[in-house]
């Protein structure tokens, strides 16, 4: 299997040198990589003229509707992809991991990005600021997709996983993707970039994949253009150093070496579910995908007086895993990507093992079930304990990247802060306890130094989704040794893809440009009532003045009896007395939003076909018995759906006949489009 590179809208493979990837389990060649030929500037060139430009053309929810097409293409298609990765020593388990946790990273984006996202092509951020005494200037911060290339380099353990999870915040942004994938899993990678192009899902140029070398493609950066890389700390250094980086400002999102934690506190002593939890998670994480995840456990930090009863539990559960050829039934771990890597995992061992000793498993004696054991890339699961972490180092700076962890014992929280701290940055930590007040301690203590704390106990022990699984909704990455970077965490990774820029002018123009009505902006009103529009007929700043209606003590008294909702506030004068809020007996928030429904609601059988929500509520003045009030309805903004309908938000207030503002709230509602 020669691989081929998929640029300009074409597969190809015009390098004349080839390298040979090998099989993790049997060190037979499975497939051919050539490196060198592309021209990467009319790559990317490619991707700015053709792919980007179509994408941008998309709203965010046509996007997401790729996406979910792509993740519906693929799952039809994942045995290919389990079998592909076999080779790279991964098993069943492990590839579930990878093949449908991208998949469903695809899903998660494209059912957020429908939800989370307007139907537009551009991002509202944040809140109108009026910059203006008067009221005629304001700011509104708005995002737009930049114009370049998504540029992601993928570390070798997860082809799949690291391609789509990269994959999806970008084009949900309206960004085209130049995926790198690591040479020695790439034929898994290159498999699952066939299954895309195949499926025509994507516009052309929105994707193109480099396999092998990527030459002098930094050289072609720009500014507009966004670099993510997974893999070595060496690497991500050596790139982050180029000079385009540097002069043109180019974004570089960096996930690579993380020395994890995992940290048993004092109350989770052995007999304690929490226990328990701890060494399950610790021997999961030793061992799925034999320990080459960068979000893996390689510290297990525990009370001194545990440590012995945490090293017979681990070497009790460990010693269970069957070590082999991993399509074979019952074998539980696989080897590590090739021979290089088992080199270079003992390597690091060897410089651990300077400072900590291994309690469990030997490199040079253990069993291999269905292969090879020299020639698959086969190591144990090893244990080690390091018994002063606090003057150790290469403990909590040397990543060996297998199945290898070390236990260190520490005596009273501030220690086990100190030690988790001590990796200079993490992409997580998990924490074992089912005392809050521990818990706050831990969070408050190593929290700077890490991206995602997992806070495992007995509580959520079932559903709970692991030490080392990033989820899509929430941040993957960390600070210092980490990498700095921050990808996924829901609507946030698409951002990194996007530009905010600081929009100020009056509100009229700002309205206009952003099509969404803002406070000062001129208003229409018709005499038709707003509800009596079809979606598309509605206009933005569309408005409805109601009439007036004053609240009676009745009504309070009436209101409070209906619903139960007897509050002080609003049944005894004399319970309000200096009270800082109310002076005197008022109505309930909840009536006056009732009322407003009353005032401003057109009942009528028309286009308006649901209420469904309501946003922002602010209760700003309250109203006594004897005062009148009237509502303001704005048409703000609108988000076609479908065929049938559309969103349409609307701007309310509700006032005093003075012209106080009672109320302020977002109402949303689904409105029929035209027949
Ligand atoms: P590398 O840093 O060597 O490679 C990562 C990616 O960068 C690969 O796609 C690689 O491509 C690419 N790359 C390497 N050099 C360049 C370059 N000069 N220009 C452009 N792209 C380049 O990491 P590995 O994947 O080989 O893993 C090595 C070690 O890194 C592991 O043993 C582990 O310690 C650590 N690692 C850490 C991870 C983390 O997030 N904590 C994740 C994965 C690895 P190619 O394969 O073609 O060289």
Redesign the pocket.
């Given at each position: 299997m020669r691989l081929e590179s998929f640029v300009r809208g074409s597969w190809m493979s015009p390098g004349q040198e080839l390298a040979e990837i090998y099989s993790a389990v049997t060190g037979d060649v499975v497939a051919q990589v050539a490196n060198g030929g592309l021209d990467m500037g009319e790559v990317l060139a490619y991707a700015r003229q053709v792919g980007g430009p179509a994408l941008r053309k998309l709203t965010f929810h046509q996007r997401a509707e790729l996406l979910k097409r792509i993740a519906i293409h693929l799952s039809e298609r994942k045995d290919q992809l389990y079998t592909l990765s076999y080779q790279t020593g991964t098993t069943r388990s492990d590839n579930f991991i990878d093949v449908d946790g991208g998949i469903g990273t695809l899903f998660v984006y494209a059912s957020k990005g429908r939800r989370e996202l307007p139907n537009a092509t551009f991002l509202l951020d944040g809140a109108v600021e009026p910059l203006s005494k008067g009221g005629s200037f304001v700011g509104q911060h708005v995002m737009t997709p930049l114009n370049g290339v998504a540029v992601h380099?993928?570390?070798?353990?997860f082809p799949c996983w690291g391609m789509l999870e990269k994959l999806a915040p970008a084009i949900l942004a309206g960004v085209p993707v130049v995926t790198?994938?690591?040479?020695?899993t790439s034929y898994v990678a290159h498999a699952l970039v066939r299954m895309i192009v195949e499926s025509r899902i994507l516009p052309e140029g929105a994707l193109q994949c480099i396999v092998?070398?990527?030459g002098d493609l930094f050289d072609h950066l720009t500014c507009q253009d966004v670099v993510s890389?997974?893999?070595?700390a060496?690497?991500a250094q050596?790139?982050q150093r180029h000079p385009v980086i540097a002069r043109e400002s180019v974004r570089f999102i960096a996930?690579?070496?993380?020395l994890n934690a995992a940290i048993l506190a004092p109350d989770a002593g052995p007999g304690t579910p929490e226990f328990d939890l701890f060494i399950k998670e610790v021997a999961k994480e030793m061992t799925v995908k034999a320990g080459q995840k960068?979000t893996a456990i390689r510290r297990a930090i525990a009370p001194n007086a545990h440590v012995p009863a945490v090293i017979e539990a681990l070497g009790e559960r460990l010693s269970k895993i069957k070590v082999g050829n991993p399509e074979l039934e019952g074998v539980r771990m696989g080897p590590v990507v090739g021979l290089g890597?088992r080199r270079?995992v003992l390597a690091q061992v060897a410089k651990l093992r300077t400072e900590a000793n291994i309690v469990v498993g030997d490199p040079d004696n253990f069993t291999v079930e269905g292969a090879d054991r020299e020639r698959g890339a086969f190591i144990p699961p090893l244990l080690l304990h390091c018994p002063d972490p606090i003057r150790a180092n290469n403990v909590h700076s040397v990543?060996a990247?297998g199945p290898v962890c070390t236990v260190m014992g520490y005596d009273g929280l501030d220690q086990a802060v100190a030690l988790a701290n001590r990796s200079d940055g993490s992409l997580v930590a998990s924490l074992y306890t089912y005392d809050p007040a521990t818990a706050a301690d831990l969070v408050f203590g190593v929290g700077a130094f890490h991206g995602r704390l997992v806070l495992i106990d007995r509580d959520c022990a079932k559903e709970q989704t692991g030490h080392g699984s990033p989820m899509p909704h929430m941040v993957h990455g960390g600070p210092g040794r980490a990498g700095g970077g921050e990808e996924l965490g829901g609507m946030r990774g698409v951002h990194h893809y996007m530009q905010r820029t600081a929009l100020q002018g009056s509100p009229a123009m700002l309205s206009r440009v952003t099509q969404s009505w803002i406070k000062g902006a001129p208003t229409i009103e018709e005499e038709r009532h707003p509800f009596r529009y079809y979606f598309e007929d509605l206009a933005i700043g569309q408005t409805f003045m109601s009439k007036e209606r004053t609240i009676t003590l009745e009504d309070i008294e009436h209101f409070a009896e209906f619903t139960g909702d007897t509050f002080y506030a609003h049944m005894s004068e004399e319970a309000t007395k200096n009270h800082p809020f109310f002076p005197g007996r008022v109505a309930h928030g909840y009536l006056l939003l009732s009322f407003a429904a009353g005032l401003f609601v057109d009942p009528d059988l028309g286009p308006v076909l649901a209420n469904y929500g309501l946003d922002s509520l602010r209760f700003i003045k309250p109203v006594q018995p004897g005062e009148t009030i009237r509502v303001r309805l704005t048409t703000k903004s609108k988000s076609p759906r479908n065929e049938q309908y559309g969103e349409v938000r609307w701007d309310v207030e509700i006032m005093t006949d003075k012209g106080e503002t009672v109320a302020t709230y977002e109402l949303l509602t689904m409105n029929a489009v035209r027949p």
């Open positions: 380099i993928n570390a070798f353990n790198k994938p690591a040479t020695i092998g070398s990527t890389f997974t893999g070595s060496d690497t050596k790139l996930e690579r070496d993380s960068c890597q270079d990543e990247f």
